[in-house]
């Protein structure tokens, strides 16, 4: 701060942050020491607290942490669909990987999921978020006892695919994992229990969001007739997205 002025909008400040801009008024010439313990390692450790804060929440109650987030409890959490996308190339990276330690077993089906694989690696995203706004939806329909709109429906959305994609992602680490022969056993235990979990997060998601609005039975048909929706609606994606990519193989195969 100089003269009571932000250095960055020239407004007024008599705070430790500008209040038409945000910036910090304690602002200081960049030298190296500075630069290095607080500009770098200070972000870099801020980053890395949000991510991780994230993470526990929506593992822990993602149904509450989204609830908080709506409610405008954000600035702990790291942007959702970022991190989500930050997942997806987890998972990518993870899957080259199993690949690679496994070479003869992705020659044998290479040839078969060459074309399908191409798709999914050029519009998976597009097809990633596309559950988004169907648990949006379902769960807008089905649980009226949570007064949230659409768009609230699809933050509580957002962090359930979160949850799915952080599952996922400890899934392919165990079956990497599983082609070591030392703790086998343990390995493929825990292999076969997060493959499970992955669909059934969903359930855990809403179970917390729904936290004493509903009795037993009545939250076990609700979730029940969620997952049928769900299903039904996922089923006619991908019905659509292979005709989709059929009806183009087919076109490129007469062409040439």
Request: charged share 15%; glycine share 4%.
């Amino acid at each position: 701060m100089k003269d009571n002025y932000c250095l960055n909008c020239d407004a007024t400040v008599d705070n430790k942050f500008c209040s038409s801009c945000g910036q910090k008024t304690d602002t200081h010439r960049i030298v190296l020491k500075h630069f290095i313990l607080h500009d770098l390692l200070h972000g870099a450790l801020h980053l890395e607290k949000g991510i991780i804060f994230t993470l526990k929440e929506i593992i822990v109650r993602p149904g509450q942490a989204a609830l908080d987030y709506i409610k405008g409890k954000r600035v702990r959490y790291y942007n959702i669909f970022y991190l989500a996308l930050l997942i997806v190339a987890l998972n990518v990276l993870l899957l080259s990987l199993k690949e690679a330690e496994a070479p003869e077993l992705a020659k044998a089906t290479q040839i078969k999921q060459m074309d399908l694989n191409d798709f999914f690696s050029k519009y998976s995203k597009i097809v990633l978020f596309c559950i988004v706004p169907i648990l949006a939806l379902n769960a807008k329909l089905i649980f009226k006892r949570v007064k949230l709109n659409v768009a609230e429906h699809l933050i509580v959305g957002g962090i359930t695919l979160l949850g799915m994609l952080v599952v996922s992602t400890v899934y392919i680490s165990f079956d990497i994992l599983n082609q070591s022969i030392q703790f086998y056993n343990i390995i493929s235990f825990f292999k076969v229990l997060f493959f499970f979990a992955i669909p059934l997060f969903p359930l855990w998601a809403y179970k917390n969001l729904t936290k004493g609005l509903y009795i037993f039975w009545g939250f076990s048909w609700r979730i029940l007739c969620f997952y049928l929706l769900s299903l039904v609606e996922m089923t006619i994606l991908i019905i659509i997205i292979s005709v989709y990519f059929l009806s183009n193989t087919i076109a490129i195969e007469f062409s040439l």
